[in-house]
């Protein structure tokens, strides 16, 4: 099946930093959302990014979908974007189920 | 407006019970999913529904029985829980590829 990595694990990030988080997948997709599980466990859609750029506010994304990566860019971090970012990935034609990446916990200090 | 809702939001129950979790979207999409969280935060997909037709089963124990009486409803029911069923049950909606989901349901087996 279709591996799903993300890098770092874990980060953490004063207040107002700049970070990207990795996710890097092991065969083609046609599905690949971000989510942003904060501190009381809701699952909160961030970008739905097969391939190419998105940007909302502070944060963008962008997917390779040739080179099998999708980069989250978080630009001027506050503390309430700590959590854990998941990216997920899926195929049409694998009855479309996301299978989930390990997670990057972020932990932004005031 | 609601857009993936689920019921009961907590669950505590001993060994051996039977318990249910409802789940009800509002977007008028075809399919609905049931994910789990582990103690570990990895998010694995249990079962899926297409219009009421069971289309993922995804080698969970026969303990756990999907229900699907309509399209915009999906219950899952837990037959003699067991202390490793405790996790977060999360249940998601999809109209093409996008998933949306909802809030979870923490469960915890005493």
């Known amino acids: 099946g279709i591996q799903v990595e993300q890098s770092p694990p874990d980060l953490i990030l004063q207040e107002g930093a700049n970070s990207t988080l990795r996710c890097n997948f092991s065969?083609?997709?046609?599905?690949l959302q971000w989510f942003h599980q904060n501190p009381w466990g809701q699952l909160i859609n961030l970008f739905y990014?097969?391939?190419g750029t998105k940007q909302n506010g502070r944060l963008s994304a962008t997917t390779v979908a040739t080179e099998r990566y999708s980069l989250l860019y978080i630009s001027s971090s506050q503390t309430t974007d700590s959590g854990v970012y998941f990216c997920?990935?899926?195929?049409?034609?694998?009855?479309?189920?996301?299978?989930f990446g390990q997670g990057t916990t972020l932990q932004v200090k005031p | 407006d609601t857009a993936v809702s689920q019921t009961p939001k907590y669950l505590v129950t001993q060994m051996g019970n039977d318990k249910s979790i409802k789940c009800e979207q509002n977007?008028?999409?075809?399919?609905m999913y049931w994910y789990k969280q582990d103690s570990k935060k990895f998010l694995k997909i249990m079962f899926s529904?297409?219009?009421?037709?069971?289309?993922i089963n995804e080698t969970v124990p026969n303990r756990f029985s999907p229900k699907s009486p309509d399209k915009a409803h999906l219950n899952l029911h837990i037959n003699s829980l067991e202390l490793g069923d405790s996790a977060v049950y999360f249940c998601?909606?999809?109209?093409?590829?996008?998933?949306?989901f909802g809030p979870g349901t923490r469960l915890t087996v005493t």
């Open positions: 990014i097969p391939s």
């Open positions: 065969d083609s997709v046609n599905n």
């Open positions: 997920a990935v899926g195929r049409t034609s694998n009855t479309g189920k996301l299978i």
């Open positions: 998601a909606s999809s109209q093409a590829n996008e998933q949306y």
């Open positions: 977007l008028g999409h075809d399919t």
């Open positions: 529904y297409n219009n009421k037709e069971l289309i």
